[in-house]
């Protein structure tokens, strides 16, 4: 942790998530069940146990079946979420592109939603007025600023997107499946825009399913099953161990579940990742 | 979320311009981006003004001065507390994606939420005054209404927050808050005056739309100093209702992801 005082980087330790399944959620079902003694709920633990360190310069791909907590880890890195047992360490700018056009608004200009988009990204207004021109431009959008959002196709939303969170000076760098942006040319264009950005010396971690992509940017990937880890290291072996179990069906998802609710499984689980 | 130990101006200037820009997207997307928009904010309360006026005038009107003006302001300062309070209901829910998605001070939308409202309320009032003006009501009590502004603001604010919050955990709260408030508003003399002796002037006094509305009564309407007593119990109502909301929504706020 100290090491990483003065640098950029993230320093996560033993990250557990654990949701409450509570299938009341109005008030009145809420009294209900309560007057009655009733208690349905139950814990899903969605991470278990994922220790990650990246330093300033490196990529961290992370794969995984559908519903392996590879969003819910991205979630807990970026402060999201509040992890159940563990701890996050972050250094420097944090930009999160979990879910790329969260943000934006349909009735509004694209000028508009560049000041709202950039603003949630963090951006001071400085800075979005200094890169106002250049999103539009690398968007290819230039003149059309004053087109409403709805007016404009699916692609050019997504690339506008996309370069505003380029712009966005990320020094720590989170990424879900962003890459399918707009047409050919575009996804080139934005992949060799990105590898750019990742040499200037942030730290990226990035969510795919695309194994092509993460062999040619990662220095290190990690496999994720059912919450915890099952394999991490150079890129190439574990996205060919990771290939050839996708030719089977997943494990059984129910291993997530903890039907006794408000068990002592998180202690348990820090004693045993501690001793191992 | 707001950080008391790294708490720096750059951060609070950073705050600021989130809360400024959240803001005006509300504005915009509210009004279309035009300024017209804002004869929508007015037509709610100017229909309901009509309708009570209309059918109200000559049975409880009569005995009240400036009946007119009296009934219109009520109206005005009421739907500023029941639009502020039922948009922040739903806010959280309705940016659920972008809670989800990105890590930003939630408390920024709350604050924009009610901002926007009050914002709209701001420039309906200044509507009220200029007819005022126009009936030559002018009195140097309007240097006042800042204040009550602010305190009115406050009061929103800490319901706003706590019902934003709530919403998430118990989804009917929509329906029954929307049933209280409809009950309150009866419970205000808004379209009637308080009779001096009735159970309703001792419940009233601790009603703080009660207060809202008649302290801006006397201030705007009726060139009097604003009561001590209301002034004093109003405040303490304000105090009382941020520190409540944000305390609530301090300890609810950081697990809001996990229900959206």
């Known amino acids: ?276 | 979320m707001i950080d008391m130990k790294h708490l720096s101006f750059s951060m609070v200037r950073r705050q600021m311009n989130f809360i400024i820009q959240l803001t005006r997207a509300h504005l915009i997307l509210r009004n279309e981006g035009s300024y017209l928009g804002f004869l929508w904010y007015m037509l709610g309360p100017i229909l309901s003004f009509i309708i009570l006026f209309l059918v109200f005038q000559h049975r409880l009107g009569g005995d009240i001065s400036l009946y007119p003006l009296y009934l219109f302001l009520g109206i005005l300062v009421w739907d500023f507390f029941n639009t502020g309070s039922m948009m922040c209901l739903r806010c959280m829910v309705s940016s659920g994606s972008i809670i989800k998605s990105l890590p930003l001070s939630r408390d920024a939308i709350v604050i924009s939420q009610v901002f926007s409202v009050f914002v709209m309320h701001c420039v309906s009032l200044v509507v009220l005054l200029m007819i005022c003006l126009f009936f030559n009501l002018f009195s140097p009590f309007w240097f006042f209404l800042p204040i009550l502004l602010f305190l009115e603001y406050l009061f929103v604010l800490g319901v706003g927050f706590a019902l934003s919050v709530f919403y998430v955990y118990f989804r009917d709260l929509d329906q029954i808050w929307s049933l209280l408030l409809r009950v309150w508003w009866f419970a205000t003399p808004i379209f009637y005056a308080l009779t001096e002796t009735g159970p309703g002037s001792k419940l009233n006094m601790f009603n703080p739309m009660y207060h809202m509305i008649a302290l801006s009564r006397s201030i705007i309407l009726y060139q009097q100093a604003p009561e001590v007593k209301s002034f004093v119990i109003l405040s303490l109502f304000s105090c009382v209702s941020i520190m409540i909301g944000y305390v609530i929504f301090r300890k609810l706020s950081p697990h809001l992801a996990e229900y959206l």
């Not at chain 1, 999103?135 to 959002?149: D, K, N, P, R, S």
């Not at chain 1, 990105?194 to 092509?212: G, W, Y």
């Open chain 1, 1 to 276: 942790m100290n090491a990483l005082a003065s640098t950029i980087g993230i320093h996560a330790e033993d990250l557990h998530k654990r949701f409450r399944i509570d299938p009341h959620g109005t008030l009145f079902t809420k009294i209900v069940a309560w007057a009655n003694g009733w208690d349905h709920s139950f814990d899903l633990w969605a991470v278990r146990g994922i220790s990650l360190d990246v330093r300033a310069g490196q990529v961290v791909g992370i794969v995984g079946r559908n519903g392996s907590g590879k969003s819910t880890l991205l979630r807990l890195i970026a402060g999201i979420y509040r992890p159940s047992v563990g701890q996050v360490e972050i250094k420097g700018r944090l930009v999160s592109l979990i879910d790329l056009g969260s943000g934006m608004q349909q009735r509004m200009t694209l000028r508009d939603n560049i000041y709202v988009q950039g603003t949630l990204l963090n951006m001071t207004r400085e800075m979005i007025e200094e890169a106002f021109d250049s999103i539009l431009e690398f968007a290819e959008l230039t003149g059309y600023e004053h087109l409403q959002l709805f007016q404009c196709s699916n692609g050019m939303r997504a690339r506008l997107c996309f370069s505003i969170a380029l712009h966005s000076a990320p020094q720590v760098l989170l990424l879900d499946e962003v890459f399918s942006a707009g047409d050919g040319w575009f996804v080139k264009k934005s992949q060799e825009a990105m590898e750019q950005l990742i040499k200037s010396n942030i730290a990226v971690v990035q969510v795919s399913h695309n194994s092509d992509l993460l062999r040619k940017i990662c220095d290190r990937v990690l496999w994720l099953e059912q919450g915890s880890l099952r394999m991490e290291g150079d890129p190439i072996q574990v996205l060919d161990a990771y290939e050839k179990s996708c030719n089977q069906p997943g494990a059984d998802p129910t291993v997530l579940i903890d039907r006794k609710p408000h068990s002592s499984y998180a202690l348990e689980r820090r004693e045993r990742v501690l001793t191992a």
